[in-house]
């Protein structure tokens, strides 16, 4: 994976990953069997592979980078299995002997064995497989669904039986996929003051509900992978969108700082999280994370090329910025940064874990499994599960006070819990699985009020004035309201304007103007006031 400092090729907003290879060295032909090696005699998990007409001592090849590990299996066939670090394994079965030796790095197009007709076969050929979350050459139909990595099989007249593709008129198969199908997807964390929250599909249509601003959407274009994840920029007027390839959209005042399509990646992309200064981290099914801009200081540290125990499904930062988590689909958690470690479901988590989201005040965060159960840990509160979900669980997100929260189902459904809003979803009206949640970020009352001249000379029965500024932080934007209080009697004062809007960085006047009267006596004070966003600020100026 890319670390910090590294320089990718040049950035592209979607770029094709890098497809697989089929297990034969390039320019070769081999046919699906139709001889009866794999027909009716695949049961389970077997029912996704393939059988190839393979001679003795034919070279097979990995289809795609990553570790490689030689085995024999109970009835005697020798097979090598090949970790391609994105949650994905490949296992080449019936082996005459191994090119490589167990722990082996491997390129993709490199041979790892012979073929030959070693174990339960009966006749030479090649088995072979790809299954998704499988590990340690270990399948589980339970809490993990294998999917064929190439997507459909599909081979001229050869046909698919219930147990694998069988038929006398197999032919060469002439098609493939990228190395990052749809599936399992991520999200990142909701913080929401003005409830709002957005929707993404999986070909990059972008939904906005309640205060949530509609920026734009990738839905329609000519996608080169699927869109994985989403984040929102902090002053709540753009996002980003990234595909499993990398590929970078921005929309509204999200700014592109650089993206991973077109990178030799050695797993898919599997979310996204943004910090209040524009910058974004990328995460991969392997624990890699990708900082944007290169070179920034905000890489905390990766997993990427350590070898895990499931693959990362999801990723959220702390609300400063200053780390985040990893959570694999075993439930793992990892902490980066001044993230803390407060618990984790590695080993207990009876179904996939899709994701993880942050408490408002970071000192907790809530794991989200694929059946609906949400687990707390730290000061995270547990308010409650899916019951039953007919489509998977696949992101969470608290509201700012954290005694909320959203779950999203892949079909659309947005179902809350606690203080959590009901706006809606795209239950019964998608055209792609949703693919993450995300909601506004809670912009803090992040302003200033000073005031020149700070004292006014105004004798009875004159006036003066003095000029309040209202200054914007980076995240701030609003409407600052102006009040004033502490006028003695037979006084006045004023405010022109009464309001000014500001957006983030930005700064806006508006002038005091005292009168005394005739009789007034002495100097007094008088306050200033100004409210926005739900807090407010005061300043102080003398009237002598």
């Not at 994976?1 to 032909?29: I, K």
């Not at 073929?115 to 088995?127: A, D, E, F, V």
């Not at 999200?187 to 709002?196: H, K, L, N, Q, V």
């Amino acid at each position: 994976m890319l670390l910090a400092g590294a320089s990718p090729a040049a950035a592209s907003t979607s770029v094709r990953s890098p497809a697989l290879q089929f297990p034969w060295q390039e320019n070769a032909g081999h046919r699906i069997t139709g001889s009866g090696y794999n027909c009716g005699g695949h049961t389970g998990l077997e029912r996704y592979a393939l059988d190839f007409d393979f001679a003795s001592g034919t070279p097979v090849t990995a289809a795609a980078v990553g570790h490689a590990h030689t085995g024999v299996d109970s009835a005697g066939a020798l097979y090598v299995w090949i970790e391609h670090g994105n949650g994905y394994v490949s296992t080449y079965f019936h082996l005459s002997q191994f090119a490589v030796t167990g722990g082996a790095w491997v390129n993709q197009g490199q041979v790892v064995g012979y073929s030959g007709n070693t174990g339960n076969s009966t006749g030479p050929h090649l088995h072979f497989a790809v299954h998704q979350n499988a590990f340690n050459g270990e399948w589980s139909g339970d809490a993990y669904r294998p999917e064929p990595m190439y997507g459909p099989y599909r081979g001229g007249n050869a046909g698919f039986g219930s147990y694998g593709l069988c038929g006398s008129g197999a032919s060469p198969l002439y098609t493939s996929k990228a190395a990052c199908p749809s599936g399992s997807s991520t999200t990142e964390y909701i913080r929401s003051t003005a409830s709002g929250y957005y929707l993404v599909g999986e070909d990059g249509g972008v939904f906005a509900y309640g205060g949530a601003p509609y920026k734009g959407s990738a839905g329609g274009l000519a996608l080169n992978s699927v869109m994985t994840g989403m984040a929102r920029t902090w002053d709540n007027q753009g996002y980003w969108l990234v595909g499993a390839d990398g590929g970078i959209f921005a929309y509204g005042s999200a700014p592109f700082n650089g993206s991973a399509g077109g990178i030799n990646l050695v797993s898919c992309i599997q979310g996204m999280a943004s910090r209040s200064d524009g910058k974004y981290w990328l995460v991969a099914a392997d624990g890699g994370i990708f900082a944007y801009p290169i070179g920034s200081n905000h890489y905390y540290g990766s997993m990427g090329g350590q070898f895990l125990a499931a693959r990362i499904q999801g990723m959220t930062p702390t609300p400063d910025g200053g780390g985040y988590w990893l959570v694999g689909a075993d439930g793992g958690v990892f902490n980066f940064g001044n993230a803390p470690f407060l618990g984790s479901l590695a080993g207990a988590a009876p179904n996939p874990v899709t994701a993880i989201a942050a408490t408002p005040s970071g000192r907790g965060y809530w794991i989200l499994q694929a059946d609906g159960t949400v687990a707390g840990f730290g000061d995270a509160p547990n308010l409650g599960s899916v019951a039953n979900p007919i489509a998977p669980a696949i992101g969470i997100g608290p509201v700012t006070n954290g005694d909320g929260y959203w779950v999203a189902l892949s079909d659309g459904q947005v179902i809350p819990f606690g203080t959590a809003h009901d706006w809606g979803g795209l239950y019964g009206s998608i055209n792609a699985p949703v693919a993450g949640i995300t909601g506004l970020h809670a912009i803090t009352p992040d302003f200033t009020l000073s005031a020149l001249p700070s004292t006014i000379v105004a004798p009875p029965g004159s006036s003066g004035t003095s000029t309040i500024t209202a200054t914007a932080g980076t995240t701030f934007q609003g409407t600052v309201s102006f009040s004033v209080s502490g006028v003695t009697s037979g006084n006045s004062a004023t405010m022109t304007p009464p309001s000014v809007d500001l957006n983030r960085n930005q700064s806006g006047t508006s002038t005091l103007r005292v009168t005394r009267g005739l009789t007034s006596v002495g100097a007094f004070t008088v306050t200033v006031t100004g409210c926005g966003n739900g807090a407010c600020h005061s300043v102080p100026v003398t009237v002598n």
